[in-house]
Antibody
């Protein structure tokens, strides 16, 4: 059974770059033709989709974040990563990686546990 | 972006009640809608996909309906484990967007 685990610094300074990695276990990131997504949730607030990547490297980003976001994939490590540049306090959130239930779908049935990232000096 | 509006934002109900949550899209999304349940400190859990398809392992008291711009999630008989926050999400077009959430509280 596929599982996802986010990792990365829990504290990032303003104006710096937030970097997170999602490690896929229990299966290959390259199998099943899935797009792999990042989603975030500020404390007490709703969910915001950040973007997604296919194992070929093809990406889609949320236009509201597109200028600051880079999502990449490393199939040899069974991981995909998020970089968010020029962060501010508004980027403080729990960050989730997620996989849809079906290739060609974007209803997410597999989620990481989430990792809290605080932007503060 | 397609805006997703959920109502109500908070709902107080008792065990055994029938509960309905509404989600409206700012433009047609066909049936490309999912519903999630989220409990504090946990990742969302997929309940319904393609507006009305029940995810494997989800109790049959949960059901979804609708198409186009108006959708509902119904819990036929609220159970203690169902007190949580529920979100809708459209996946008709990018950016994927979520509703603001509906918190189901104990009355």
């Amino acid at each position: 059974q596929v599982q996802l685990q986010e990792s990365g610094p829990g504290l990032v300074k303003p104006s710096q770059t937030l970097s997170l990695t999602c490690t896929v276990s229990g299966g290959s990131i390259s199998s099943g033709s899935y797009y792999w997504s990042w989603i975030r949730q500020p404390a007490g607030k709703g969910l915001e989709w950040i973007g997604r990547i296919y194992t070929s490297g093809s990406t889609n980003y949320n236009p509201s974040l597109k200028s600051r976001v880079t999502i990449s994939v490393d199939t040899s490590k069974n991981q995909f990563s998020l970089k968010l540049s020029s962060v501010t306090a508004a980027d403080t959130a729990v960050y989730y990686c997620a996989r849809p239930q079906l290739s060609g779908s974007d209803a997410f049935d597999i989620w990481g546990q989430g990792t809290m990232v605080t932007v503060s000096s | 972006d397609i805006q997703m509006t959920q109502s109500p934002s908070t709902l107080s109900a008792s065990v055994g009640d029938r509960v309905t949550i509404t989600c409206r899209a700012s433009q047609s999304i066909s049936s490309w809608l999912a519903w999630y349940q989220q409990k504090p400190g946990k990742a969302p859990k997929l309940l319904i996909y393609k507006a009305s398809s029940l995810e494997s392992g989800v109790p049959s008291r949960f059901s979804g309906s609708g198409s186009g711009t108006e959708f509902t999630l119904t819990i036929s008989s609220l159970q203690p484990d169902d007190f949580a926050t529920y979100y809708c999400q459209q996946y008709n077009s990018y950016a994927l967007t979520f509703g603001g959430g509906t918190k189901v509280e104990i009355k």
